[in-house]
């Protein structure tokens, strides 16, 4: 069974650009999360989508979205770049609402802002 | 609100040895408790969890104990590989908040052989 799969890996933009994430979640999974991880601030959550709903999100501000499309798939998009946005972002799909908190996560897209 | 808060690392133990890492938390009402590690290069895996007081996880020869009276929830392992070598997160979930997870800052373990 193929894991969560994240693209792309590793990606660079300059201040100002935007940038779109994509995640596949394990099949059959209908939550798929996003979470940030920095050295600084350590793993925050960003947002949750289930059967293509927002059903949470975390205290980031408005540059940072997302949806989630029919298949589950899911993106999440940044806009006007900050250098405090390089970070790896994980996303996590999760199989059914009453197994909260077990997720699976992805290896991540690591993103660095210049 | 919530939070979780674990020992900085990094913990460097010979091959063999004990482990413990300390783990408490803040919370409303009565959260999950997970433990998470991600190994290099790799996503975060979960590797134990507890929904409820007194609840033990165990996997992998690792194992921790819900703890409300002292809101913890230490992860410990006997004797340890070079491959446990990795960065282990604790983390909690409130009821509430599905599958928001409010991660400690993570513990990096260094096992040398």
Request: proline share 4%; hydrophobic share 30%.
């Amino acid at each position: 069974k193929a894991g969560v799969t994240q693209t792309p890996r590793y990606l660079i933009k300059t201040r100002g650009q935007q940038v779109t994430l994509s995640c596949s979640p394990i099949s059959g999974h209908r939550s798929v999360s996003w979470y940030q991880q920095t050295p600084g601030q350590g793993l925050q959550f960003l947002f949750e989508y289930f059967s293509e709903t927002q059903r949470n999100k975390g205290n980031f501000p408005g540059r940072f979205s997302g949806r989630q499309f029919s298949n589950s798939r899911s993106e999440m998009n940044v806009s006007t770049l900050e250098l405090g946005d390089s970070a790896l972002y994980l996303c996590a799909s999760s199989l059914a609402r009453d197994r909260p908190g077990e997720l699976f996560f992805g290896e991540g897209s690591r993103l660095t802002v210049l | 609100g919530n939070s979780v808060t674990q020992m900085e690392g990094p913990v460097t133990l010979s091959e063999e040895a004990f482990l413990t890492i300390n783990c408490t938390y803040t919370a409303t009402g009565y959260p999950s408790l997970f433990w998470y590690v991600q190994y290099p290069g790799e996503g975060l895996q979960l590797l134990l969890k507890a929904t409820k007081a007194d609840d033990k996880g165990s996997n992998k020869g690792f194992e921790a104990t819900y703890r409300k009276e002292t809101t913890s929830f230490h992860l410990e392992k006997g004797s340890v590989q070079v491959s446990d070598s990795a960065v282990y997160f604790c983390a909690l979930e409130n009821k509430a908040a599905g599958n928001k997870l409010t991660f400690g800052g993570g513990t990096r373990v260094l096992v040398k052989p």
